[in-house]
Nanobody, 118 residues
Framework: QVRLVETGGGLVQTGGSLRLSCAAS????????MAWYRQAPGKQRELVAS???????NYVASVKGRFTISRDNAKNAVYLQMNKLNPEDTAVYYC????????????WGQGTQVTVSS
């Protein structure tokens, strides 16, 4: 069974940076399309960045140019480098597969809290 563990969140000021990490267990990781999601208080969870097994990336408009998703298949890990953070980025961040690329979601991890102060 696939298990996802997200780390790296914290409290930063507007304009600051954070790097999130997602450690995944299980087989087929190296070919799975992976994504980072976030859920702000009172809002639905949204996909913010995705990366295919071959490294093709996509971003939601609100984070494009500020966030960078990457992966290390040897370590079964996915990363999210977040720069120029603003209070609207405050949310719990999760990683999971990307269903739009044909991969079924797996059990959600606990997520990691990102809080950006103004």
């Amino acid at each position: 069974q696939v298990r996802l563990v997200e780390t790296g969140g914290g409290l930063v000021q507007t304009g600051g940076s954070l790097r999130l990490s997602c450690a995944a267990s299980g087989s087929a990781f190296e070919i799975a399309a992976m994504a980072w999601y976030r859920q702000a208080p009172g809002k639905q969870r949204e996909l913010v960045a995705s990366i295919t097994g071959g490294g093709t990336t996509n971003y939601v408009a609100s984070v494009k140019g500020r966030f960078t998703i990457s992966r290390d298949n040897a370590k079964n890990a996915v990363y999210l480098q977040m720069n120029k953070l603003n209070p609207e980025d405050t949310a719990v961040y999760y990683c999971n597969t990307d269903p739009s690329k044909g991969w079924s979601l797996v059990s959600w991890g606990q997520g990691t809290q990102v809080t950006v102060s103004s």
